[in-house]
């Protein structure tokens, strides 16, 4: 290993300083709206796992959208609280959030419609369709909540207004 024309690099370079928690981000309407998201998203995605979802095509999509927006928030809320975002300054993150929020509000309108659609009633199963009728519902919420942040994460990107969002989601190029 003490040979390899890299070793002796690698040994000498430091990790460097461990990434900061920045709790005020949390207060900030982009960060409240986060925390929000992730946990509308985890009731969505746990109320129609609980269900027999795998016997209705209509929410295998609800289950998809949920969850993959679901990991997606978690992976922005991690990077806006660890202060990763201004590490990497050179991704334009103000408009990449704003995106990752208004396509989310358009798959969870059609993800709630979908589910809401696919509620029945008659089913012979109360506990699914109670369960199918609340992931509506809180799928509609969590459409609300992506819409709202949105608008946010609109006004970080063009910079309008100076509130504690625009402060907490700045573009560093």
């Known amino acids: 290993m003490a040979g390899l024309p890299g070793a002796a690099r690698a040994r000498s370079a430091s990790p460097g300083p461990p990434p900061a928690l920045n709790g005020s981000f949390l207060l900030s309407p982009l960060g409240g709206l986060m925390c929000a998201q992730a946990v509308l998203g985890l009731l969505v995605w746990s109320l129609i796992a609980a269900t027999t979802y795998h016997l209705h095509a209509a929410y295998g999509w609800v289950m998809f959208v949920s969850l993959f927006f679901w990991i997606l928030t978690l992976l922005f809320l991690v990077t806006y609280l660890l202060q990763l975002h201004q590490k990497f300054y050179m991704v334009p993150w ?3 959030l ?3 929020n208004a396509v989310a509000t358009v798959l969870y309108l059609t993800a709630f419609v979908t589910c809401a659609a696919a509620v029945q009633p008659t089913s012979w199963r109360q506990w699914d369709y109670n369960r199918r009728a609340a992931a ?4 509609c919420v969590t ?3 992506y819409g709202v942040s949105t608008f946010f994460s609109f006004r970080a990107w063009k910079g309008l ?3 504690a969002a625009t402060s907490q989601v700045s573009d560093h190029a």
């Not at 509506?136 to 799928?139: E, K, L, Q, T, V």
């Open 94 to 96: 103000p408009l990449l």
């Open 98 to 100: 704003m995106i990752c």
């Open 136 to 139: 509506s519902f809180f799928a």
């Open 143 to 145: 459409m609300i909540t």
């Open 161 to 163: 207004g100076s509130n």
